[in-house]
Nanobody, 122 residues
Framework: QGQLVESGGGSVQAGESLRLSCAAS????????IGWYRQAPGKQREFIAG???????KYADSVKGRFTISRDNAKNTVYLQMTRLTPEDTAVYYC????????????????WGQGTQVTVSS
């Protein structure tokens, strides 16, 4: 399996910003779309954003307009820029190697990073 390593999590105040990074192995990065998911305590893991190999993006409604996903092909890295954070954004954030279906929706494959904690206080 390919390797995915997240970084950039931390503790911030509401309204502040964070940028998460997902560094992928070469084969994982070049053959998969990359997505971000998050899991809050007691909740199911949910899709946040995805980006295809050619840069097409998809966002969950809960983060649209606040979060931006991007990829740097030279660095095999995908970023998640998070702005206007709220306490409801507190979760462990995971990146994933997946794809997009014909309907334009991101689907996950069994490539997951270890997660990075984001805590937003009010």
């Amino acid at each position: 399996q390919g390797q995915l390593v997240e970084s950039g999590g931390g503790s911030v105040q509401a309204g502040e910003s964070l940028r998460l990074s997902c560094a992928a192995s070469g084969s994982t990065f070049s053959t998969n779309a990359i997505g971000w998911y998050r899991q809050a305590p007691g909740k199911q893991r949910e899709f946040i954003a995805g980006i295809s190999r050619d840069g097409i993006t998809k966002y969950a409604d809960s983060v649209k307009g606040r979060f931006t996903i991007s990829r740097d092909n030279a660095k095999n890295t995908v970023y998640l820029q998070m702005t206007r954070l709220t306490p409801e954004d507190t979760a462990v954030y995971y990146c994933n190697g997946g794809g997009f279906n014909s309907g334009g929706y991101y689907y996950s494959r069994n490539y997951w990073g270890q997660g990075t904690q984001v805590t937003v206080s009010s």
